[in-house]
């Protein structure tokens, strides 16, 4: 049985602790902010030029001039601040937010992001995703483990126009949890040039190594930590 779409929002809010100020990237990341634990308050920055974002509002109760960088309707919450996109983006590339979390079209097994287009189709703009993963010192992917086609979206090579090289840290799909480390057994935030690999900690319930090894392209190593998701 697959992880919900909130469920794995719930799974990246896990580790977030108060006072981050984390991004939330367009599609499955938004879900966060409506799945923070309890007694846990971050800053939410949306790169259109929101800090202090907060969850979406009631039907009915929707501002149209207040969106995040996904058009969505959001609320703000008290001291929060509205600027423009250069100011964000300052934000963004000083490394002043913590977290980045995103969606992807593919992540390779050494942490290379593919995910702001597909070649062919009209995309107005790259958008942030290239300063997020660059000037961000942790970056989360969420992300459907196989695309609509079923070809595996965790990849041993990125064929899609990359975003970043070896810029993820973890990757949260419907079917399990990966994360990216050294070869000394390091987190692959903590910098180096080592060569990241990546390790299975977390299979969702009823989900089988089997069909694991099935749907994902890249090689990894098993670390298996807990499964399902916590009360």
């Known amino acids: 049985m697959a992880w919900t779409r909130e469920q794995m929002a719930a799974i990246a809010a896990e580790e977030l602790n108060d006072g981050d100020y984390v991004n939330l990237g367009i599609g499955i990341p938004t879900l966060v902010a409506n ?11 949306s790169e259109n030029g929101l800090l202090g974002m907060g969850p979406f509002p009631f039907e009915g109760e929707e501002d149209a001039d207040l969106i995040n960088a996904g058009k969505q309707t959001v609320t703000v919450l008290p001291g929060g601040s509205i600027f423009d996109s250069a100011t964000s983006f300052g934000m ?5 937010v913590k977290v980045a979390i995103l969606g992807a079209m593919q992540v390779a097994g050494n942490g290379d992001l593919a995910n702001w287009t597909i070649p062919g189709k009209m995309v107005k703009g790259m958008g942030g995703a290239m300063d ?5 010192p942790r970056v989360v992917v969420l992300t459907e483990h196989v695309a609509k086609d079923g070809t595996p979206k965790i990849v041993t090579e990125c064929t899609l ?12 799909s419907d079917l399990a949890v ?13 910098g180096g040039d080592h060569h990241p690999r990546l390790v299975l900690t977390r299979l969702a319930p009823g989900v089988t190594m089997e069909e694991i090894r099935e749907k ?16």
Do not use: C, M, W
């Open 178 to 190: 990966f994360d990216l480390y050294k070869d000394d057994g390091g987190n692959q935030g903590d």
């Open 132 to 136: 997020l993963v660059a000037g961000t």
């Open 92 to 96: 963004i590339r000083g490394g002043h």
């Open 35 to 45: 799945n923070l634990p309890e007694g846990v308050r971050v800053v939410l920055q």
């Open 216 to 231: 994902t392209q890249a090689s990894f190593d098993i670390r298996l930590e807990k499964e399902g998701v916590a009360a």
């Open 161 to 172: 126009p990359l975003t970043g090289q070896g810029v993820v840290d973890r990757i949260i």
